[in-house]
């Protein structure tokens, strides 16, 4: 009786220790893509902070100049331009996009005939890659092209102009094709979450006398903090490193009018060589992205607390 009781007390403890051991298939599938990381991403973002304190060409030997690129993007008029697009880029594509994905979700988040075709149709234009949208939009603002076509069917025609060559219209214009590929992304992400909202809380809410705009209000969103979060850091990322589109519709022109700071770190680094100012922007864009998405997450954080 007393072997008995001894071996079952041990038992437990055994299993504990088992389970307390980690597996070297797990380890191997934290750190291989650890690994991975630490090479083609944390060290090169390393590498970039250190070149950007340097002047360099990229053929000759980097030379260290302190914080003098950081002085002279200061004094940098289109630095600047690009810096003012950048954030009205981040406005009105991601918050359009938000909008844009969400209400489309709640349009299509029920099961009823033809909303798979509705869904397919708003996700397809994330199949393309952004080179092959720019083409597709620039058919759409070629002179003469669907856009005037349809102005002038609806008796617009005094608005037509060379929407890509004005450089009153230039940013917008290609603000609408990226719109077209994002909305259809974010909605697949607001879809997701709406479909693990528990529909007894919404069954509670209408059984409480809440309208539509209540349940909304108090119920669905609140419930899509962890899908906020997730879609934030997708817009944030997206927009910052917005690039295939912007230079394949204007290269940031006409004169810098589309110009943001992926397109002029590009410009600055493989035109005009100068790598160094190059990775000073890139460092820009990287504070900027971490400031946004740390400042939602603390929010975030104080109102659970």
Not at 276 to 284: K, L
Request: aromatic fraction near 12%; charged fraction near 15%; proline fraction near 5%.
């Amino acid at each position: 009786m007393t072997a008995t009781v001894s071996t079952t007390s041990v038992t437990p403890t055994r299993r504990r220790r088992r389970s307390a051991r980690l597996s070297p298939l797990l380890v191997a599938f934290v750190l291989v893509p650890f690994a991975v990381e630490s090479i083609w991403v944390f060290w090169p973002a390393l590498q970039g902070f250190w070149f950007s304190l340097t002047r360099w060409d990229g053929m000759s030997p980097p030379t260290f100049v302190g914080t003098d690129n950081y002085v002279e993007l200061t004094g940098d008029a289109t630095f600047r331009g690009a810096l003012l697009n950048t954030v009205i880029w981040l406005v009105l594509f991601g918050g359009l996009s938000v909008l844009g994905g969400f209400g489309m979700a709640l349009v299509l988040q029920k099961e009823r005939r033809g909303v798979g075709f509705y869904r397919a149709a708003l996700f397809t234009p994330v199949v393309f890659s952004l080179v092959v949208t720019a083409l597709v939009w620039r058919v759409f603002y070629q002179p003469d092209g669907i856009a005037d076509t349809l102005l002038r069917a609806v008796g617009l025609e005094h608005l037509i102009r060379p929407w890509l060559a004005d450089p009153q219209t230039a940013l917008y214009a290609v603000i609408l094709p990226a719109l077209w590929r994002q909305i259809g992304y974010v909605m697949v992400l607001f879809l997701a979450g709406l479909k693990a909202i528990d529909p007894a809380l919404h069954e509670a809410a209408r059984m409480d006398g809440a309208n539509s705009w209540q349940r909304l209000r108090h119920v669905t969103i609140p419930q899509l903090k962890g899908v906020n979060a997730v879609v934030l850091s997708v817009i944030v990322i997206d927009s910052l490193r917005s690039f295939d589109i912007v230079w394949s519709l204007t290269k940031g022109g006409p004169y810098h009018s589309s110009e943001l700071l992926s397109t002029y770190m590009y410009s600055t680094a493989f035109q005009s060589l100068r790598l160094g100012y190059a990775s000073a922007i890139a460092v820009v864009i990287f504070v900027l992205a971490l400031a946004v998405i740390l400042g939602y997450l603390v929010r975030a954080f104080r109102e659970e607390a």
